[in-house]
């Protein structure tokens, strides 16, 4: 669970009113599903969609809105977290693998566990279901293909592609994209953000719910001081190792992601002064005197080396070494720059 599950599920999110009346309209017509797969970025709302529908399916007084009364006996089983019809399998969080193992794919797939004790459905929210590990996702695989009565498993996550084809295709899938950037900006204002919202929104690669919960302003301070330290490296005068371990306090799954975006904004800078779009607008004139400086196949081959660090980063032990190796490239790759940058 993260911080943008603290929205209450109470109506879908504007942008994914759509998607609901699509689920709303099979539930109607006794077509639910009994493997659900809701993929999409981060923070662009699908646990919210899944509770929200979980919700709705448990409830045994829904209002004419197709939404959970919040009211009723199921509803409060719901809301205090005891609902014996809402199952929650992730990963072990003893495990040092961060994987979900095939013990709880197991539990789950028990006959008993998979019939309804109260409610009409049984749900199962697997969740983040890429990190399934292969015995689990074949035992999961059985359970989808012989399905009891009324239940719902639910598998959410960012990177659902690395799931197995079979598990695929035996879910209905619902792609969750990042909405609108006016769509996107009218909420943040109703949820009374504060700050820049449009730099916090592209900081949040477009993604409403982390632009307004996770870009606190501790954080966008660390990412103010982290970039001064990438821009130091990049002139040779900061030291790349002890950057590195700035980067690596911050953890390596946040930090290749900034870089990465740093990256993009400086490629989209060689190509035009102009970009239509940029993720960093409030680094423009740093980024685009790096921009005349680098070598471009050097900065494109640099974007490609944080890409594979970064899919690699969840389950990498060695993250530290990785983020010095990256670091050293980076302040090499700004050593041509001293060279070759007429402002320098
Ligand atoms: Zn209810």
Redesign the pocket.
Known sequence: MTGHDLLPPEAPLPWLTGIWSRLRGSREADRVAHGLLVSGPSGVGKRHLVELYARSLL????GVDGM?????S??SLLAAGSHPDLIRVGPDPESRSGEIPIGAIRNLSQRESLTPSRAQWKVAIIDPADRLNPAAANALLKTLEEPAGQTLLCLVGERLGQLPATIRSRCQQIKIPVPGESEALEWLKEQGTAGDLVLRLRLAHGAPLRARCELDETLLEQRRERLDGFLAVAAGSGDPVREAAAWNQLGAPSMLDWLAGWLCDILRLMITAEPARLDNPDRRADFARLARAIEPAAGHRFLQRILEARALAETNLNQLLQLESLAIEWSRIGRGITIRDPDA
Do not use: P, S, V, Y
């Open positions: 409830c045994h007084t829904r959970a009364c919040g009211r009723c199921d509803c």
